[in-house]
């Protein structure tokens, strides 16, 4: 895979992960964006810096997508196909 393509993928990643975030706090109403980034992964700068056109690893993109489809008690989960 070209270098080109890795940031293609990665670019339809986070923007799938922003609507996503959006989708989540229009049920969740109130939650702005440094409270779900500190109570998903415990950075609360981390949407924002989603939103300014920053990237994420992996492995915080993975922990936010499933906080988002799996939220603790409290939160109204997003609503996925499987759920």
Same mark, same amino acid.
């Given at each position: 895979? %070209?270098?080109?393509?890795?940031?293609?993928?990665?670019?339809?990643?986070?923007?799938?992960?922003?609507?996503?975030?959006?989708?989540?706090?229009?049920?969740?109403?109130?939650?702005?964006?440094? %409270?779900?980034?500190?109570?998903?992964?415990?950075?609360?700068?981390?949407?924002? $810096?989603? $939103?300014?056109?920053?990237?994420?690893? %992996?492995?915080?993109?993975?922990?936010? $997508?499933?906080?988002?489809?799996?939220?603790?008690?409290?939160?109204?989960?997003?609503? %996925?196909?499987?759920?």
């Amino acid at each position: 895979m %070209t270098e080109a393509n890795k940031k293609k993928i990665q670019s339809k990643m986070v923007k799938w992960l922003i609507m996503a975030i959006d989708t989540f706090q229009s049920y969740n109403t109130g939650l702005s964006d440094e %409270t779900l980034g500190w109570k998903s992964i415990g950075d609360s700068s981390v949407v924002g $810096r989603l $939103r300014s056109g920053g990237d994420v690893t %992996t492995k915080k993109y993975e922990d936010l $997508r499933d906080f988002l489809v799996s939220p603790p008690q409290g939160f109204l989960p997003l609503k %996925t196909k499987e759920n």
